[in-house]
C-alpha cells in the first residue's frame, strides 16, 4: 500500500494541542518499558509536532535525536518548541528517508506506522546499522465492543459502497512484524490497548480529528456525526514492537 501525508495548516494547529500530547507521550511510556539500553544517534520517524521528539530527548538522553515528518506544517510547529530548538528536522516521506546507509542506531515510530507505505520497512533498515533497534508501536484494526469503536464501524460500513482500504487503518497484530524485510531479531511483540472516555460522540468525533484517526479510518468520507449513547468510551488497540537488525 502506498504512504498517506495527514498535512496542512489546519491539520498541524489541531493536532498540537495538550491532550494529544498526554496521549502520545502515555503512548511513548508504554513503547519504552522493556527497552534496551539505548545510546548513540536516534531517529523519530513520524515525529509531528514534536510530541515523541521532546520526550524521547528527555527520557533517553545518550541518544541524539533527530526527526522526520512529511509535513512542513507539522514540523514548522516542532521547530517552535524551545526544548526542539536545537534538533535536525526534516521534511520527508518515511519510503525515502535522506540519510546515509547504517547511520542510526535506534529508530522509534511512534504511533505513526499506519501513515506509511510498504516500503518504509526497507528503508528502516537501509539506515539503521546492524545491531541498531527499531522500537515502534502501530495501531491496529480490531473489533472492539465499546461504544465509541462500535459507532465507528457502523458509520465506516454504511458506506461500505465507496469502502477503499487504506493503510492508514492500521495493519493486524500479527502482520505487524511481517511489515518488516529481512531478518530481524524481535524482543517484544505486544499488544496493549488504551482506554478513553468522552462526554459524548461530539467529543469523541473531536479528539479523534484532530489526532488525523479519522482521516487515517475514513479518508476523505469522514463522518459529521455519530449515533451512540453518553458517554462514550473509546479503545486504541496498538502493537508494541521491539526488533533488532
Not at 502515555?26 to 521532546?54: K, M, N, Q, Y
Not at 530548538?85 to 520527508?92: F, M, N, Q, S, T
Not at 542506531?105 to 539503521?128: C, I, K, M, Q, Y
Request: glycine share 8%; with cysteine.
Amino acid at each position: 500500500m502506498t504512504a498517506t501525508c495527514w498535512s496542512g495548516k489546519t491539520h498541524a494547529q489541531r493536532y498540537d494541542r495538550e491532550s494529544n500530547s498526554v496521549f502520545y507521550r502515555t503512548i511513548l511510556a508504554r513503547l519504552l518499558e522493556g527497552a534496551p539500553a539505548l545510546a548513540g544517534h536516534g531517529l523519530d520517524l513520524g515525529c509531528g509536532t514534536g510530541f515523541s521528539t521532546a520526550s524521547l530527548v528527555a527520557q533517553v538522553p545518550r541518544v541524539t535525536w533527530q526527526g522526520v515528518d512529511c509535513s512542513a506544517d507539522m514540523l514548522a510547529m516542532a521547530r517552535r518548541k524551545p526544548e526542539l530548538a536545537d534538533l535536525a528536522l526534516h521534511e520527508a516521506q518515511a519510503e525515502a528517508l535522506p540519510f546515509a546507509d547504517a547511520i542510526f542506531d535506534v529508530v522509534v515510530a511512534n504511533f505513526s506506522w499506519h501513515w506509511f507505505g510498504t516500503s518504509a520497512g526497507s528503508e528502516v533498515r537501509r539506515v539503521l546499522r546492524p545491531g541498531g533497534w527499531l522500537l515502534a508501536s502501530v495501531p491496529l484494526r480490531r473489533l472492539s465492543r465499546l461504544s465509541g469503536n462500535r459507532a465507528l464501524a457502523h458509520a465506516l460500513l454504511a458506506g461500505r459502497r465507496r469502502f477503499h482500504r487504506q493503510a492508514s487503518q492500521g495493519l493486524r497484530f500479527d502482520d505487524v512484524p511481517r511489515a518488516l524485510p529481512g531478518v530481524w531479531q524481535v524482543a517484544r511483540h505486544d499488544l496493549v490497548v488504551l482506554q478513553e472516555q468522552f462526554a459524548d460522540g461530539d467529543q469523541l468525533l473531536d479528539v479523534l480529528d484532530g489526532r488525523g484517526a479519522l482521516n487515517a479510518i475514513f479518508g476523505d468520507q469522514v463522518p459529521g456525526r455519530i449515533d451512540t449513547a453518553a458517554p462514550v468510551d473509546f479503545e486504541w488497540p496498538f502493537a508494541v514492537l521491539h526488533a533488532q537488525r
